[in-house]
């Protein structure tokens, strides 16, 4: 028997419900695999269908297409390395997350996901049923276990594996990024192998779906928990690893280990890649959005030269009379600065239109929020009109701060298809800026240095609806703001928690009710990139009509 198996792991970014596209993508990497040597090619988990398709894979018309698929890459890959391959198994009226094993032009074998996860973004429960826990398959000399992602966060799947013969756990996984993930993952990966004593190759998706972005990093252990391989975060790649056997076992050879960049990068990076890839994966090939001058559009703005290239990014300024000069400035300096088109195009005579139409019934009451709405929602208007004509995406520019308060106005500035900093807090977008500022990556479109003038990092925030205005006349500063809803929402504390943390209580409680009566206007929020666990969407899922308030 031969002591030597050479595995390709597959760490590659499919496309929901591309299941002609993805599976072309297979077929390529397994081409590459078999060139190389390769006696088997692992792909992540739910490969075939793109993941998480959510209530999509319930659908019998898509998960029998995604199951005829995966017989037809058998069929087309008969000649060569083994296939390992994530995707939908129904049987007796049952569906399943299953992982199929191709050779010899057949599906040999298939394991189902035994652990169903139901929290954070994850509702599996709704969508398979629980399969029961397989012993290993045999390719070539090696025995592999397969647990399918959580299978792998739990100690029974990988010990009834390995107790029933495996020599190596292959685990697929569909696994999003946080902020600090990474070390839990792996962590508990390490765990699994000291409890085995057998090799584990992790093998994750990437890329961007929806609100989320999959950081891949995929990464092989030896026994004693040792790193022999690991790929990089948030790129394609395939990875030819080889194991050989001793006298204790199946052992993999030292191969690439990628060192991880810090976690302020790696959330840029995250931006960036979400949008490019919902902008890829929807057919967009164009962005526009509101620059105001101010530090959260600009942000956005880099971001999106970033991930598209500043030539398809188009900024317009829609001054009013409360409008800056040191705005109209600043606007055009990051737009020179990132080398993309700003056009300008005044709301004052729409205004004044909308202003004269409502007098008759507004006449006799005091100006008030409501005249500072009818603006924001003119340049909504305006930019969707301009969305519409040119078919270019509008992002909108909201950071976590003000949609967890609803320093926002729906059908306004709300009004847009993506929002890449839309779980990222003001105190974090200023940071953020700077960082951008001061560095550039090979995988940045837009330009190196200073994109972003230190003006407008460093003036007081403001949405410039009346003369004068400042946010903090309506908000507490940034930084009490964000520490409150920091507990209140990341780490669902209670008021006498955030009181006993030193913030003022009357403050606290109204932030509190802030974000509770501005769930309406999340629940009809543009989607945005995920960088935490307590994201506003699948992570947060609040009523909207809620009379709860905390009197701790």
């Not at 072309?24 to 060139?35: D, I, L, Q, T």
């Amino acid at each position: 028997m031969s002591d030597h198996f050479r595995l390709t792991i597959a760490q590659l970014n499919p496309t929901v419900g591309d299941l002609a596209g993805n599976a072309a993508k297979a077929r390529a990497a397994w081409a590459e695999a078999r060139a190389a040597g390769s006696q088997m090619i692992a792909f992540p988990e739910m490969f075939i269908t793109g993941y998480s398709t959510q209530d999509l894979v319930r659908k019998p018309a898509f998960h029998l297409a995604a199951m005829a698929r995966i017989e037809a890459l058998a069929a087309e890959c008969a000649d060569g390395p083994a296939i390992g391959i994530g995707g939908p198994f129904a049987q007796n009226g049952s569906l399943f997350n299953a992982f199929h094993i191709l050779s010899g032009g057949r599906v040999v074998t298939r394991t189902t996901k035994h652990h169903l996860p139901n929290y954070t973004v994850f509702d599996e429960v709704r969508q398979f049923t629980p399969g029961a826990i397989h012993g290993p398959h045999q390719i070539g000399p090696l025995r592999i276990g397969t647990p399918v992602c959580e299978d792998a966060w739990f100690r029974d799947v990988c010990e009834t594996m390995t107790e029933s013969g495996a020599e190596l756990l292959l685990v697929p996984n569909g696994s999003p990024y946080y902020r600090g993930k990474f070390a839990y993952r792996m962590n508990t990966m390490v765990a699994r192998v000291i409890e085995n004593e057998v090799p584990l190759v992790y093998v994750n998706t990437v890329g961007g779906q929806d609100d989320q972005a999959f950081d891949g990093g995929s990464f092989v252990l030896n026994r004693s928990g040792r790193l022999a391989v690991q790929l990089p975060l948030f790129e394609e790649v395939l990875a030819h690893v080889d194991f050989r056997r001793d006298e204790a076992g199946w052992r993999a050879d030292e191969g690439q280990k990628a060192v991880f960049p810090d976690e302020w990068e790696q959330d840029y990076h995250v931006m960036v890649l979400t949008l490019r890839d919902y902008m890829r994966k929807t057919g967009f090939t164009r962005v526009l959005l509101g620059l105001s001058g101010g530090i959260d559009s600009a942000l956005v703005a880099a971001i999106a030269a970033d991930a598209l290239g500043p030539q398809n990014l188009r900024c317009v300024m829609m001054p009013s009379e409360f409008t800056s000069r040191a705005s109209l400035e600043d606007a055009a300096a990051v737009a020179r600065a990132l080398g993309c088109t700003l056009d300008e195009v005044s709301i004052s005579g729409a205004r004044a239109a909308v202003s004269e139409a409502l007098a008759p019934l507004f006449a006799g009451r005091p100006a008030d929020l409501t005249e500072e709405n009818i603006q924001s929602r003119l340049r909504g208007l305006m930019l969707m009109a301009q969305s519409n004509k040119f078919g270019e995406m509008l992002l909108t520019t909201g950071n976590k701060s003000e949609v967890a308060v609803g320093y926002a106005t729906i059908y306004g500035d709300m009004a847009g298809g993506y929002n890449p900093i839309k779980d990222l807090y003001k105190t974090r977008v200023f940071a953020t800026c700077r960082w951008r500022n001061a560095n550039h990556r090979p995988w940045m479109a837009g330009p190196a240095g200073e994109v972003i003038p230190p003006r407008v990092i460093d003036k007081p925030p403001s949405a410039e609806l009346r003369a004068d205005q400042k946010d903090e006349d309506s908000l507490p500063p940034y930084d009490v703001l964000d520490g409150i809803l920091e507990m209140l929402v990341d780490g669902d504390k209670s008021v006498g928690d955030c009181v006993q943390a030193g913030f003022d209580r009357d403050t606290v409680k109204k932030v509190e009710n802030l974000v509770y009566i501005s769930e309406y206007k999340r629940f009809q929020s543009a989607p945005g990139t995920r960088l935490t666990k307590r994201a506003f969407w699948l992570d947060r899922r609040y009523p909207i009509v809620n009379r709860f308030r905390d009197e701790s």
